[in-house]
């Protein structure tokens, strides 16, 4: 496998692009290609057995142009079909919800963790299992938190609305005692301040959340590692999309937490 080939990830659309971001921090020298599924998504209200369908053909996709390593960005593809992607891929597979299950158990004190996802990746159970895993004496409470998904593409991540949907959604875990949050969904990074301060009121102060996306990078920093993999560089982003929607370079840039006019898009059909 030639280390300098790039590094294929993946998204239900342009919400993966923050774990993109968190890779081109921890990797600076690394090549991207970028896939969101623009034209398919939300997956986070679909079945498992979609999900699993069109996760299938955007690996297949990625694969065909060479990578020397996947990473699932989308938390629902990462609960429902990583474990197919591992069988039928040549190349290693990275999902966030190890990461992100293992940065909350870090999180947590008191052994009790709450997780904020869409609602197919806390019926899946996956980090209820990816938890128990690490470390069985944590007690995982889920909590889905679909509204925050359109508001972090919206770009309505500050003031009442947000706040009030934040509250909504973490009010049902304060009876249980949770001490640290994961953000289990690629949109939520956007809305951490919000999450942060309203979680220290309604969780009590000294919450702590546990970002899937930046112990990605950083599990990706160390398999690349130990295979010999990292490239020389120059390190750079390609990105794909299934639908180039009016507002994609608005919306991604916010994801991206850069200008991706500068950025080369192409739309692919899978
Ligand atoms: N990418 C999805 C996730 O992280 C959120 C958006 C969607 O529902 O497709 O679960």
Not at 153 to 178: F, K, M, N, S
Request: charged content about 20%.
């Amino acid at each position: 496998m030639d280390p300098n080939a790039p590094i294929g990830v993946f998204d239900s659309g342009l919400g993966g692009l923050t774990v993109a971001r968190a890779i081109r921090a921890a990797l600076p020298d690394e090549q991207l290609v970028y896939l969101g599924d623009t034209a398919r998504v939300p997956y986070g209200t679909r079945s498992a057995h979609t999900v699993i369908r069109y996760a299938r053909s955007c690996a297949a996709h990625l694969e065909r142009r060479g990578i020397k390593a996947l990473v699932v960005a989308c938390n629902t593809v990462s609960a429902v079909a990583l474990d197919f992607l591992r069988v039928e891929l040549d190349v290693p597979v990275l999902g966030v919800i190890e990461p992100g299950a293992r940065a909350g158990v870090a999180a947590t004190r008191t052994g009790k963790l709450g997780v904020i996802a869409t609602r197919g990746t806390i019926a899946s159970g996956a980090y209820i299992r990816a938890v128990a895993s690490i470390r069985s004496r944590v007690e995982v409470f889920g909590q889905p938190a679909p509204l925050l998904v359109p508001l972090a593409e919206e770009g309505w991540i500050t003031g009442e609305v947000p706040e009030r949907a934040v509250e909504r959604y973490l009010e049902p875990l304060a009876a249980q005692g949770v001490d640290a949050l994961v953000l289990g969904c690629t949109h939520y990074p956007l809305l951490r301040p919000v999450i942060e301060a309203v979680g220290q009121r309604v969780l009590g102060p000294s919450l702590s959340l546990a970002d899937g996306a930046e112990a990605t990078a950083a599990e990706l920093a160390e398999l690349l590692e130990a295979r010999e993999l990292r490239a020389a560089g120059p390190g750079g982003l390609e990105l794909l999309v299934t639908d180039l929607p009016d507002r994609f370079a608005e919306v991604a840039s916010r994801f991206l937490g850069e200008d991706v006019e500068e950025i080369d898009v192409h739309q692919v059909d899978l």
